[in-house]
């Protein structure tokens, strides 16, 4: 179907829909793979780089977190379309020169979609917002430091927050925090706190560590592996090689999510014939097509009938843990009617589920953003973790908790201290190194990082990668408390829409990325990172920077911290920039775990970081045991009419970055602003497929009516009451102040809409940024009728 209305700013203009895909992979795959990598660098930047990826010798995918087999292990193609498609968006032979900057003034930049803001190419020079300023304009390194460093040191540490995005190296983290915890401050929110911070803060409580507890080994030997939340087909497709792999090896999987990602359904490997021109292989044994925000009932119930089947490891509960019988009397009263009701699932289905926990041996649990990005994801997580207690599925082979991390090296900057609330033993370390007393209490997170800008309490950002303003939640009060701010900088590779949402001055300083050479004093540099399972490796690019003026991170915050704080407790930021060999040092020397780094995280395949669970079944939690924790099932509120809506990822985009508009598995092609609705919803509210929705936030806790406009209904198998469109063209719909209990992560996943019929062609349709003023214009309560027609 074509739309032919107003399309512009939004690239919709060809939007067709076709069914969706139940396979994934295969050879249309590694077409889009090449076709995009060539599309983007050229014949000879693709072979130089593809070769490289993800081998020991090369350069680690700076996509997802996915872990890479063995060295002994890997293939000559040891990526997926998605990694294809990263590399070629950051090897982009493109510019966005300082003349690029003065033809387009920030208005007109922020006209455009995010999609065409990357396709504008890499950034070449640093460049600056003036006070008043209307244009970017080129700006010297120095000059550039000398302004961050006068701004920073007029405010209170407090008074400044530093972003990280999780694709920084260990090396650019670790300086990076060491450099604002000297400036003074643990204002240090991170993506993460977006993302798994649910996960980290129930790990933390139920285990002591907050990490995965298995490695890739484990999930080729497990018995049942169970996908709750995740659509690894769109972002991590390798670890469709790795169930593949366990499924050839006898495991059974269970999926656990409203819809039936492609992914899931069955896989072309494109390393195989049989997935080259054969059926490829079936992965998932049963899909639960579960409500948003069921899963916590679900997993009560299967502990129900686990404890009824005796199904349990009574040794490692004995011996173990701590609360088992609260949780066993708890769920033993779970309620069926109560959880049907929660799930949309039926007793029968659920019973299916637990036969195949009953039956495992050695189950791997793995989840992700469908999990945490709820009001009540920390009580889920636990849930979690209930179950594979039950059954002793942590510190014994071919089973455990598996948390699927998102960026890159997410998990490796947490390690290395980007952590608004680092624990005690770790700024004890760097006192013990660097001499100097940390600040001790916890900084701001990501989300009250926007309310100390909102209320004026925070007056200098600074960003380490990743596009703060558009990943964050309701776009409206973030683009607001950003422009209240003296100072806005990004360390960035390309143009993204928080360069154009500016403090009263702004900085975009151009950094390298991973597929490029770092060169420093003492000659080339390399990097390291950690993936999902907590292992560290090396990584080095091969190519050219984008120009000669593009630093790398680890110069660019060495220098700014030269600027701010100089030589402040004899800090050498020179001899860490020159060699990345010093700032490993002081790494093996600060960091749990990574003694011998330099030897260790250079070898082939790197090395696998301690874990006491997952280890010796130690458990660094209060009671030393690992915990069983009781929660009520609550079942979101959804007023008649209504619907959940949950905000997901397509095919062709990494989070904010949009590398296309086909989101091939879901059978979405030329446009992203659409809405899949169950087909009885549809009805229900007098609408029909094809039609074109505004969506409205119903959210009680303040009188802000939250629009983002003309979305097409796309008829899709989603459960009922459950819709789905995608982030981040619905950022604004989700509250600042709704957020996960003790985790602060957004409720990305589950925000209480309604449709109503698009004010077609109205003035105010445009992109995020555009939709997020019209909540501004409607402060209004929200029980009125928004209707807009
Ligand atoms: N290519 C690519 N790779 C990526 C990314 C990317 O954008 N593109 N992003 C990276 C990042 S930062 C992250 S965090 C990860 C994200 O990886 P995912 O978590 O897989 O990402 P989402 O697209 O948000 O998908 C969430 C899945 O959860 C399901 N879901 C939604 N609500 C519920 C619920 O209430 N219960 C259950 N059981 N399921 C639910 C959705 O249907 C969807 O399949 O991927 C990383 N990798
Ligand atoms: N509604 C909704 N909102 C969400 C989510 C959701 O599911 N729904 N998911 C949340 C999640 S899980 C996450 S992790 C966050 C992501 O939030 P962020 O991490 O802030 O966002 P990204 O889109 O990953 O950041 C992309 C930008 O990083 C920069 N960049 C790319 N490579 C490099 C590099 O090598 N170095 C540097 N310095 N910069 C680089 C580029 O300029 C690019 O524009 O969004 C969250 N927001
Ligand atoms: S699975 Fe993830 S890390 Fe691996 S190649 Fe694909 S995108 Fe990159
Ligand atoms: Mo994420």
């Known amino acids: 179907m074509t739309r032919t209305h107003d399309s512009r700013d939004y690239d919709e203009a060809d939007l067709s829909i076709e069914k969706p895909k139940t396979h994934a992979a295969g050879p249309t795959a590694v077409a889009v793979s090449m076709k995009r990598s060539l599309e983007r660098m050229g014949p000879v930047r693709t072979a130089r780089t593809l070769l490289e990826l993800n081998q020991a010798e090369g350069f ?52 455009h979609s995010e999609h065409w803001l990357g396709q504008q190419g890499r950034i070449t020079h640093p460049m600056v917002k003036r006070s008043g300023g209307t244009h970017y304009e080129a700006i010297g390194w120095d000059e550039a430091f000398d302004l961050i460093g006068e701004e920073l040191r007029s405010l209170h540490p407090d008074e400044a927050t530093f972003y990280t995005s999780g694709r920084a190296s260990n090396e650019s983290a670790f300086v990076y925090q060491l450099f604002v915890r000297a400036y003074g401050t643990n204002n240090l929110p991170d993506c993460s706190n977006m993302c798994h911070e649910s996960t980290s803060f129930a790990l933390q409580e139920s285990m002591g560590i907050g990490k995965a507890s298995v490695v890739l080994d484990d999930v080729y030997g497990a018995d049942l592996i169970i996908l709750a939340g995740q659509n690894p087909g769109t972002n991590h497709p390798r670890m469709l090689s790795a169930l593949e ?57 299967i502990g129900k009938l686990l404890v009824e089947w005796d199904a349990l490891d009574h040794e ?51 989840w992700a953003m469908g999990i945490t990005q709820h009001r009540n994801a920390v009580n889920t997580v636990k849930e979690i973790t209930n179950l594979a207690f039950a059954q002793g599925n942590i510190g014994k082979p071919n089973a455990g908790v598996l948390p ?28 013990r190194e660097f001499g100097f007393d940390p600040p001790r209490e916890n900084g701001l997170d990501t989300i009250d990082s926007i309310r100390g800008m909102r209320d004026g309490k925070v007056k200098f950002f600074l960003g380490l990668g990743g596009n703060f303003a ?25 143009i993204n829409r928080s360069h154009l949402v500016t403090g009263d001055v702004a900085l975009i300083l151009p950094t390298k990325g991973r597929t490029e050479k770092d060169i420093q004093a003492s000659g080339p540099q390399w990097i390291s990172v950690e993936d999902s399972t907590c292992s560290v490796h090396s990584s080095r690019g091969p190519l050219d920077p984008p120009s000669p003026h593009v630093k790398s991170e680890v110069e660019i915050l060495t220098q700014i911290a030269e600027a701010t704080i100089g030589d402040r407790y004899g800090l050498d930021w020179k001899g860490m920039r020159d060699d990345y060999r010093t700032i490993r040092q002081h790494i093996s020397r600060v960091v749990p775990g990574c003694e011998g780094y330099e030897v260790n995280a250079r070898r082939p395949g790197g090395f696998v970081l301690p874990h006491p669970p997952r280890d010796s079944r ?5 009671s030393g045991l690992a915990e069983f924790f009781v929660s009520p099932i609550e079942a979101l509120q959804v007023p008649p009419k209504h619907l959940l809506l949950q905000t997901f990822r397509s095919h062709d985009q990494f989070n904010t970055t949009i590398y296309g508009l086909s989101d091939r598995y879901r059978g979405i092609e030329g446009g992203r602003r659409v809405v899949f609705v169950n087909r009885g919803d549809i009805a229900e509210l007098g609408m029909k497929d094809g039609d074109f929705v505004d969506i409205t936030t119903k959210w009680d806790d303040d009188d802000v009516v939250r629009v983002a406009e003309n979305f097409r209904i796309v008829e899709y198998q989603t459960p009922k009451g459950s819709a789905a469109a995608y ?63």
């Open 404 to 431: 699927v991390r998102g960026h890159s090296n997410v998990q490796g900057d947490r390690t290395m201290g980007i952590w608004e609330r680092v624990p005690k033993h770790f700024l004890d370390a760097l006192e």
């Open 60 to 111: 680690d995918c700076m996509s997802c977190a996915w872990p890479d087999p063995d060295p002994g292990h890997r293939h000559a193609a040891e990526f997926c379309e998605n990694g294809a498609k990263a590399v070629a968006e950051e090897a982009d032979k493109r510019r966005a020169t300082p003349e690029f900057f003065a033809r387009h003034s920030i208005a007109d930049l922020d006209s």
């Open 316 to 366: 490692f509960i004995e011996k173990y843990t701590n609360n088992f019988d609260l949780w066993k009397q708890h769920v033993s009263a779970v309620d069926w009617d109560e959880v049907e009701t929660v799930t949309g699932l039926s007793r029968g289905q659920i019973t299916d589920a637990a036969k195949l926990l009953r039956d495992s041996k050695a189950t791997v649990f793995c």
């Open 727 to 789: 982030y981040p063209e619905t950022n604004p719909l989700v509250p600042l102040d709704s957020s996960a209990i003790d985790s602060n992560c957004p409720t990305s996943k589950s925000i209480v809409v309604s449709l109503s019929p698009a004010t077609a062609g109205s003035p105010g349709v445009g992109h995020g940024g555009q939709d997020a003023m019209r909540s501004d214009e409607h402060h209004k309560t929200q029980t009125e009728p928004v209707h807009l027609s």
């Open 618 to 622: 130690t458990f660094q939690t209060e």
């Open 470 to 494: 558009q990943a964050t939640p309701d776009s409206t009060v973030t683009f607001d408390a950003m422009r209240k701010t003296n100072m806005t900088v990004h360390i960035s590779t390309k």
């Open 245 to 301: 792999k366990a499924k050839q090896n006898g495991a059974k999987i269970l999926a656990i999510n409203p819809l039936r990602e492609a992914g899931l359904i069955n896989f072309k490997n494109p390393q195989t014939p049989r997935g080259m021109v054969g059926p490829g292989t079936d992965l998932e044994d049963m899909h639960l097509p579960i409500r948003i925000n069921g899963d916590l009932a679900l997993f009560q119930a």
